[in-house]
Each structure stands twice: as structure tokens, then as C-alpha cells.
């Protein structure tokens, strides 16, 4: 089985079962990748998902093994979904990598689809594709610049070297670093954590700051207003103001 969903406290965890080949993607796994973020979006008992690899390795990238072998390739069309599944997508909820050991080429831009990228100690992040000539076509080229700034990602694209977990931490491309085999563990609390806040303020931010990427200043101003908007006039919208009135949340706690 290409991967595995397991569901608790309105997270929605998609595994990549393929450990024995460090869980590259093949094209019935890139389309069950693809298919769970579909249903996990729809998901109304499901805020947050969690994106992880079975065993020591988050994703070696598309299976290339397959594809020498002569058997069925990954999808490759400019329509649909993506070579390894889900990376063409904009999901109404926010995604959280799980990233142990590996996580390149192809396993690389899965991580960078995701919203926040949790990693172990141990994890190597890379373009290694480069050295076999396979491109970077799940939008590596255009999510690594966006995230870590152009400078920084030709040095990735250009010379496909290793980038361990402290330097990936510094370049701004992962958020936290945590004990190996802890990684799943803590991005589940993460989303769980995520699971308390007001959904629908969060999504409207979150798709607003995704968005002005391809708008103008006014644009993108007036697109995180129409945003905002939906939040406010939500029926709930009285309560948050309403607790901190109360006296919840005062001095920055979030408890």
C-alpha cells in the first residue's frame, strides 16, 4: 500500500508506506497522495492534516527505480495533478511536514508544499535530482525562492548539495529541529494545537498570504481585506473578543 491514513483529535495523518525504497513516489502513490489531501480538504471532522514517511526517511523524491525498470512512470501533465501528487494544490487547511532523515528532490518539494516543516536531527534536505537530470516540475523552483530567497535557492538548485537540518534552519526552509524519531509526535501536537484556534480567521489568513504572490500591492490589500471580511462576519466572530474581554489570553497566553 502507497500510503496510510490514520485520523485523531481533527488531524488527519497521510503516511507514505514505501520505507523499503526510503519512500519514493510512483505514480499509484503520487495519486493516493493526491486523492487523500482531496478528501482530507472536504473533511469537515479534519482541520489540520500531518504529511510524514514510514521508517527513517521522510521521501527520496519520484521513484526513479520504477521508471528505469520500465514500469509505469510518474503522471506527467501540465493539467491535474502534479508528478508526485498534490503539489499543484491550494488547500483551504494548513499541511504539516513530519520530516525524518531524507527528504529530497521530489521529497523535497513535497515538503516545501507543506505549511510548516518540523525535522529531526538527522534530516538532509537537497535537490539531488540534479545529478541524474530530472527537474525540479513539483514547484521547487518556485517554492524554494519564495521561501528562502533567490540567492540561497541557486545555490540548491544549481549544485543539488546536502543541506543538513541546522543549516535548513537558519536559511528560514524549516521551522523547528527536534530529536530523531520525535518528528511525527510533535508536528501531531502542532496540529492539534492549530485545531484551537478559530478555523475560519485562520484559513482566511492563511489563503491571503498565499495568494499575494501573484497580486499587486493594492491587490493583495484589498484581497486580504475581502478576507478578512469573511472572518468578521462569521456568527462566531463576538466570541474571541468576547473571552479576551473575560480575561482569557491576557499577556500573550495562549492557554
Known amino acids: 500500500m502507497g500510503i496510510l491514513i490514520e485520523k485523531a483529535n481533527r488531524v488527519t495523518t497521510v503516511i507514505i508506506n514505501r520505507a523499503d525504497v526510503r519512500n519514493a513516489v510512483n505514480r499509484e502513490t503520487a495519486e493516493a497522495l493526491a486523492k487523500a489531501f482531496e478528501e482530507f480538504d472536504k473533511d469537515a471532522g479534519s482541520d489540520v492534516a500531518v504529511l510524514c514517511g514510514d521508517g527513517p ?27 508526485m501528487g498534490p503539489t499543484r494544490m491550494l488547500l483551504s487547511k494548513p499541511v504539516i511536514a ?6 529530497v528532490a521530489g521529497g523535497l518539494e513535497l515538503a516545501l508544499w507543506c ?3 518540523i525535522v529531526s536531527e538527522n534530516c538532509i534536505m537537497g535537490v539531488f535530482c540534479r545529478r541524474w537530470g530530472v527537474p525540479l516540475i513539483d514547484g521547487g523552483t518556485i517554492r524554494l ?8 535557492a541557486m545555490d540548491l538548485i544549481l549544485t543539488g548539495r546536502p543541506v543538513d537540518a541546522q543549516e535548513a534552519l537558519s536559511i528560514g526552509l524549516v521551522h523547528r529541529i527536534v530529536p530523531n524519531g520525535a518528528t511525527r509526535e510533535t508536528a501531531e501536537l502542532i496540529a492539534r494545537q492549530l485545531t484551537q484556534f478559530p478555523q475560519e480567521c485562520m484559513r482566511q489568513d492563511r489563503l491571503s498570504a498565499y495568494e499575494q ?7 493583495a490589500l484589498l484581497n486580504e481585506f475581502n478576507h478578512g471580511l469573511r472572518s468578521i462576519q462569521q456568527d462566531s466572530f463576538v466570541e474571541g473578543p468576547a473571552r479576551f474581554f473575560n480575561g482569557q489570553g491576557r499577556h500573550g497566553s495562549f492557554g
Open 57 to 83: 526517511s521522510f521521501c527520496a523524491g519520484a521513484d526513479l527505480r520504477a521508471i528505469a525498470e520500465g514500469k509505469l512512470a510518474n503522471r506527467i501533465e501540465s493539467a491535474g495533478h502534479a508528478p
Open 98 to 103: 513530519a520530516i525524518e532523515g531524507y527528504a
Open 115 to 117: 505549511d510548516l516543516r
Open 145 to 152: 525562492p519564495r521561501l528562502i530567497g533567490l540567492s540561497r
Open 213 to 219: 504572490f501573484n497580486l499587486d500591492l493594492p491587490g
